[in-house]
């Protein structure tokens, strides 16, 4: 099995920060892509931003310049760097993962179960 476990949720000011962790565990080959989405409350969910495995980011327009997402291959581990945060930011975080569980295998797309980040005024 494949588990992805969030972390570094919690209640932050208007202009703070905070750095979410997403480590992926149990029966994994490789993982290509990861990346985070959100969805607030009565809202759909929507991509934050994405990484390859060799690195390349792609970012909503409405985090640009505000947040950065890099990942950590040996510990299978991707970060999300919220800095900036405004009160339209809170939201319930996922994250996900595209992993490979055996060489001969098929990637398959794995989700987190997700953790609140809520920006007070």
């Known amino acids: 099995q494949v588990q992805l476990v969030e972390s570094g949720g919690g209640l932050v000011q208007a202009g703070g920060s905070l750095r979410l962790a997403c480590a992926a565990s149990g029966t994994i080959s490789s993982i290509n892509g990861m990346g985070w989405y959100r969805q607030a409350p009565g809202k759909q969910r929507e991509l934050v931003a994405t990484?390859?495995?060799?690195?390349?980011?792609n970012y909503a327009d409405s985090v640009k310049g505000r947040f950065t997402i890099s990942r950590d291959n040996a510990k299978n581990t991707v970060y999300l760097q919220m800095s900036s945060l405004k009160p339209e930011d809170t939201a319930v975080y996922y994250c996900?993962?595209?992993?490979?569980?055996?060489?001969?295998?098929?990637?398959?797309?794995?989700w987190g179960e997700g953790t609140l980040v809520t920006v007070s005024l």
């Open positions: 990484i390859t495995s060799g690195g390349s980011t």
């Open positions: 996900t993962a595209e992993v490979r569980k055996y060489t001969w295998s098929s990637a398959m797309v794995y």
